[in-house]
């Protein structure tokens, strides 16, 4: 069946430290692939996604690319800040999920300043 | 601004009472959901909807029922709450057709302590 394996938290960093948070994926087909973050107290917001194989999706510094031969999407940031942390959720879309989204289980990220 | 909106942010209930939590789409969605988060546990599907009076169980519907009588009105109800049913609960939307390209749109939550 479709899952999403993601990378357990919490991840601590610094301030301006690189971030990856792993995600790989199975499913059939080809699915869409999307990362959602979740501040505190909040609901999810969608950060990025990608619908086919090599793309990439960025927002906010965050990056992610869809590598189908590892079938991975791990989401990047270049320099984190405070402000960045947050749950985030790696997530698909599969082609025969219908309308479901098939979810990971989060990963808290903490930034230290 | 597209919204999905959830009547109450922080909720505190007794044990054993009927609890009604609320979510309104402005975006003529057809399909509508229901999550609990759980530290640990990641989102739960408990309930979703992909039209008026149409509903499907999820992952953890046990304990929870829901009513559509409107397209952009989808509730969940406790019918008789436990302390086990505390929880995040998180309402979504998508119009179908486009989770692919556009996922889900969330509400900001409910935070439900049932005392």
């Known amino acids: 069946g479709n899952s999403v394996t993601q990378m357990e938290g919490p991840v601590t960093l610094s301030e301006e430290a690189f971030l990856t948070i792993n995600c790989t994926y199975t499913a059939t087909g080809y699915p869409s692939l999307f990362w959602y973050v979740q501040y505190p107290g909040e609901g999810l917001q969608l950060l990025l996604k990608a619908t086919k194989a090599d793309d990439k999706g960025s927002n906010k510094g965050f990056e992610a690319t869809y590598r189908k031969e590892t079938t991975s999407f791990h989401l990047e940031k270049g320099s984190v800040q405070v402000s960045d942390s947050a749950v985030y959720f790696c997530a698909l879309s599969a082609t025969d999920s219908n309308y479901q989204l098939i979810w990971g289980a989060g990963t808290k990220l903490i930034i230290k300043p | 601004d597209v919204k999905v909106t959830q009547s109450s942010r922080y909720l505190v209930k007794r044990t054993g009472e009927k609890v009604f939590l609320e979510c309104v789409q402005d975006m003529d969605h057809e399909n509508m959901f229901w999550y609990r988060q759980d530290p640990g546990l990641g989102l739960r599907l408990i309930y979703f909807?992909?039209?008026?009076?149409?509903?499907e169980k999820g992952d953890i519907p046990e304990g929870y029922s829901v009513s559509r009588e409107k397209k952009e009105r989808f509730s969940l109800i406790l019918e008789s709450a436990s302390t086990n049913q505390t929880s995040m609960y998180l309402c979504?939307?998508?119009?179908?057709?486009?989770?692919?390209?556009?996922?889900?749109?969330f509400g900001s939550g409910t935070r439900l302590t049932v005392v």
């Open positions: 909807s992909y039209d008026v009076k149409m509903k």
């Open positions: 979504a939307s998508s119009r179908p057709g486009t989770e692919r390209s556009a996922g889900y749109t």
